[in-house]
């Protein structure tokens, strides 16, 4: 089978095509595992984090990727959820321990790191850890579902606000587009706050009803209940945390931060960024649960990612593009 993996850790300054073109057998599956036929994967800044380093694959190569939709193919001894042909999708958990709290587990394996992923023609998956898709959406609005809208739902959740209450989201890629439809759903009556870098971002974001939108280091017009941060970087936390209202939470959905201006923490003030009970809360990974709840949630919208296609073979040049920021929604691979 045609897949696309990842060797070794590398910096995109130094190696631009990181992934390479190559044809391995196909997977087979064990007990109570079902093996899906690829159909599309989507492609998320995790993805950077494993090939520069920042959370790193325990063997190398690997195969990327865990926005994953396809058909079942064939069916491992003691499948019962599942026939072939039916289609099914993967996310960030390949497998964990199956407790409330398995996204913390010991036990916790990620797609696409600890075990290969989407970006090949073929992938394996315990039956426990793949998840029907509704009907209503298609193959490639689907993929961003299953990491960007579920880690997204989960955040959502951990912010903790009411209907009606202020919500801010800073960075508006692949997960904040599909938050704001999300939060507007859920929390009738929220208005919501966009903080993004590229115009074309704010702009994307007023376009799917954003109240406001401004640069990171804008100060908004009324402080805000909860903030979500899906960036990379830790400038736009401390711009959060001053943009809180007393009693405020921030939530940080990112599996690793870079270091570039990791030393503009050493600015944090007690004073301004931290005082009157604000919170900060991080998302660890994603449980089962909050895909399956999230998808049924996403289907009663329904939920419309923006959508990008790329071919399987130009996953190194959508990497990059991802890298580069600026994008409108959610990029994803077509693999069959």
């Known amino acids: 089978m045609r897949a696309m993996s990842l060797g070794g850790v590398s910096s995109f300054d130094e190696r631009p095509d990181p992934l390479k073109l190559v044809d391995i057998p196909v997977p087979q599956p064990g007990p109570e595992e079902i093996r899906l036929r690829v159909a599309v994967c989507g492609v998320c800044h995790t993805e950077l984090d494993e090939i520069e380093g920042r959370t790193l694959p325990p063997v190398f190569p690997v195969i990327p990727g865990h926005e994953v939709v396809g058909y079942v193919d064939e069916v491992g001894q003691g499948v019962t959820k599942f026939q072939v042909g039916d289609r099914a999708g993967v996310g960030w958990i390949h497998s964990s321990c199956g407790a409330d709290d398995e996204n913390l587990s010991d036990e916790f394996q990620a797609t696409g790191r600890d075990v290969n992923g989407g970006y090949a023609e073929y992938m394996t998956v315990g039956q426990d850890y793949a998840f029907p898709i509704p009907d209503v959406f298609s193959d490639a609005e689907a993929a961003p579902l299953l990491c960007a809208g579920a880690v997204g739902y989960r955040a959502l959740r951990l912010a903790g606000i009411t209907k009606g209450q202020r919500l801010g989201l800073t960075g508006f890629g692949g997960s904040g587009h599909i938050v704001l439809q999300l939060a507007r759903h859920m929390y009738p009556g929220t208005e919501v706050f966009v903080f993004a870098r590229s115009a074309a971002e704010r702009e994307f974001a007023m376009d799917l009803g954003a109240h406001w939108s401004g640069d990171t280091d804008d100060e908004p017009p ?106 409108r929604g959610s990029f994803v691979l077509a693999i069959t």
């Open 222 to 327: 009324q402080q805000l209940h909860g903030i979500i941060d899906t960036t990379p970087a830790w400038r736009p936390v401390l711009a959060a945390m001053k943009a809180l209202r007393p009693g405020g939470r921030l939530v940080i959905n990112a599996i690793r931060k870079e270091q570039a201006d990791r030393h503009l923490m050493a600015d944090i003030s007690y004073t301004e960024h931290l005082w009157m009970e604000k919170e900060l809360k991080t998302v660890a990974n994603v449980t089962s649960r909050d895909i399956s709840g999230f998808l049924s949630v996403a289907a009663e919208i329904p939920l419309k990612p923006a959508i990008r296609t790329y071919a399987l073979e130009d996953a190194n040049v959508a990497l990059r593009d991802l890298r580069a920021g600026h994008i």
